[in-house]
């Protein structure tokens, strides 16, 4: 089986269904500064959002950490 490489850039939908929430709260994570390298695709008020991979990543195992 080929080695499946993890994508560089995630959208908000994708980490919406990663972490099983509404893309508002994706939206409002990025907002707060929990993805700083997150960036609009597009300079318009609608434009979706692409997130670094590795800062999802990152903000997943400091989710887990504080749950312990």
């Given amino acids: 089986m080929p080695d499946q490489k ?3 850039m ?3 939908s994708q980490v919406a269904e990663l972490f099983e929430v509404n893309v508002t709260t994706v939206r ?4 707060a500064g929990n993805f700083p390298g997150a960036f609009k695709i597009e ?3 609608t434009a979706p959002y692409l997130i670094p991979a590795e800062e ?3 903000y997943k ?3 887990s950490q504080s749950k312990d």
């Avoid at 409002?28 to 907002?31: E, L």
């Fill in 6 to 8: 993890k994508p560089a």
């Fill in 10 to 12: 995630m959208t908000v």
């Fill in 28 to 31: 409002d994570w990025i907002a």
């Fill in 43 to 45: 300079d318009k008020k």
């Fill in 56 to 58: 999802v990543e990152a």
């Fill in 61 to 63: 195992k400091a989710r």
